[in-house]
Every structure is written in structure tokens, then in C-alpha cells.
T-cell receptor, first 109, second 116 residues
């Protein structure tokens, strides 16, 4: 069945560092891919999405490109801020989507 | 609209008791989803409604679990004869008709269940 494998955390970075969180997937067909973020004390929020191969999703300085050939959807940000500290989830599929286990990011000043 | 609302936020119950959670979706959203999230894991899909019809159920949803959405608005998730393994965060999300494909599902803050 469909599955998502996400880079294990936790990840600790200094402010302004470059961020990559790896995500690979296994699926039949070409599902939509998503990154969700969960800030402390808040519910899950959609961060960005890509619905077909080679699409790039972007939001709040974060980017991820749907790579069909490597079945990947890695999340990147060029310069992280303390306010980016959160748990990040990669997910695939529409209605009953599959989530990765989450990666906790802590950004230190 | 204040978003997806879940009640209660926390529930502690003794093993063997029944519990019921409520989810109030965003008012114009006709799709509603329930997920379960255990510590250190991502959400796992449980079930999905379109209006009042329950269209999909995960194998995770055992016979002790039942979900309803009687008028296509709020939804309830009931767990009968709770077990310690049911301890988790139960998440509700809603989306408009086209939201499933586009991914624009809005999540509530969840109900944390602890079975002692």
C-alpha cells in the first residue's frame, strides 16, 4: 500500500541555517503530495502541496519539488528562523492521506 | 468562522468505559475526516464523511469504534469498552468538496484520550 518515509528527527539548527527534511514515498499512480506543519499547541496546518510531477510547492519561504523519478518530496528552506520551530509532516494522497512520522525542527537563535 | 472545533480537548477514562468525542467542522465544508495520532507518529486515517454519508473506513476502525455525522454538520466518534491502546490524540479535519484533492483540509486541535 501507499506509504511515506520521512527523515527522522529531531533536527536542531541555528537561525539562518539551510534546512532540508527528506521525504520519499511509495504509491500507485501519481498522488498529490503535501507538507503539513504543527506549531506548538496548534493543530496541523497545510504548508505546501504539489499535485503532479515536477510541480514545486512553496509557502513562507519553504519549497518542495515533486520528483517522480526519485519518488521524493524534500522540504527545503534557505534560511530558517526561530519561529519555524515545529513538527513537519510529509503526506500523500487525497482523502485518506498517508502521513509520515513527522520531523521535529528546533531553531536556536 | 473559528475553524474546526473539537471537544473535549482532553479526556481521561478508565479502561472499559465508553467515550464520545465531538467535532464541529468549518460550516461550509461538506467533507469531514477523523484521524488518530500516537506519540511520535503521524496521523493515521480512520474514516471520512461526505455530508452525512460515511464513505470510507480504515481497517484501524475496529468494531468498538463508531462515527456518525447525522445531519451532515458536526460529527461524533465513540469508542466503546476503551483499552489502554486507544490512548492517542484524535484529530478531526474538514474540507470543502474539492478540498480532498487539493489538500486544503483544515485540522482541529484534537482530543487527547488517556485510558488508565
Amino acid at each position: 500500500g501507499d506509504s511515506v518515509t520521512q527523515m527522522e528527527g529531531p533536527v536542531t539548527l541555528s537561525e539562518e541555517a539551510f534546512l532540508t527534511i527528506n521525504c520519499t514515498y511509495t504509491a500507485t499512480g501519481y498522488p498529490s503530495l503535501f507538507w503539513y506543519v504543527q506549531y506548538p499547541g496548534e493543530g496541523l496546518q497545510l504548508l505546501l502541496k504539489a499535485t503532479k510531477a515536477d510541480d514545486k510547492g512553496s509557502n513562507k519561504g519553504f519549497e518542495a519539488t515533486y520528483r517522480k523519478e526519485t519518488t521524493s518530496f524534500h522540504l527545503e528552506k534557505g534560511s530558517v528562523q526561530v519561529s519555524d520551530s515545529a513538527v513537519y509532516f510529509c503526506a500523500l494522497g487525497a482523502l485518506g492521506r498517508r502521513f509520515g512520522a513527522g520531523t521535529r525542527l528546533t531553531v536556536k537563535p | 468562522d473559528t475553524g474546526v472545533s473539537q471537544n473535549p480537548r482532553h479526556k481521561i477514562t478508565k479502561r472499559g468505559q465508553n467515550v464520545t468525542f465531538r467535532c464541529d467542522p468549518i460550516s461550509e465544508h461538506n467533507r469531514l475526516y477523523w484521524y488518530r495520532q500516537t506519540l511520535g507518529q503521524g496521523p493515521e486515517f480512520l474514516t471520512y464523511f461526505q455530508n452525512e454519508a460515511q464513505l470510507e473506513k480504515s481497517r484501524l476502525l475496529s468494531d468498538r469504534f463508531s462515527a456518525e455525522r447525522p445531519k451532515g454538520s458536526f460529527s461524533t466518534l465513540e469508542i466503546q469498552r476503551t483499552e489502554q491502546g486507544d490512548s492517542a490524540m484524535y484529530l478531526c479535519a474538514s474540507s470543502p468538496a474539492g478540498g480532498g484533492r487539493s489538500g486544503e483540509a483544515f485540522f482541529g486541535q484534537g482530543t487527547r484520550l488517556t485510558v488508565v
